[in-house]
């Protein structure tokens, strides 16, 4: 399985970008998929992830980013929208196994596919 995400750019601060990764390979429709994100000098962070029984989401972009796929496109996208100066990082969407528990959601070592990153750049 291969993914390649997509969609980053510079954007005003309040305004929406959507991120989007494409999935080659068969990563099964009930697989878990995320979002995470990284600036330079720091860890990579918990965004947002899909399983099969639903969403989950880091406190800072609850309410303002929404996680989304089409199986049947192989596609998995990020809406964010009322993006903030500390959005700004490169994004990450990776793919992991079904099942996973929540609190396992949020690190990246449960998750065995990533994508090469797309930047995000918010301005004031």
């Known amino acids: 399985v291969q993914l390649q995400a997509s969609g980053g750019g510079l954007v005003q601060a309040g305004g929406s970008l959507r991120l989007s990764c494409a999935a080659s390979g068969r990563t099964g429709s009930r697989s878990t998929v995320g979002w995470f994100r990284q600036v330079p000098g720091k860890e990579r962070d918990f965004v947002a992830a899909?399983?099969?029984?639903?969403?989950s989401y880091s406190e800072s972009v609850k309410g303002r980013f929404t996680i989304s796929r089409d199986n049947a496109k192989n596609m998995v996208y990020l809406q964010m929208n009322s993006l903030k100066l500390e959005d700004t990082a490169v994004y990450y969407c990776?793919?992991?196994?079904?099942?996973?528990?929540?609190?396992?959601?949020?690190?990246?070592?449960?998750?065995?596919?990533w994508g090469q990153g797309t930047l995000v750049t918010v301005s004031s």
């Open positions: 899909m399983k099969w029984s639903g969403t």
């Open positions: 990776a793919a992991g196994p079904a099942g996973l528990i929540t609190s396992s959601l949020w690190s990246p070592g449960s998750y065995t596919f």
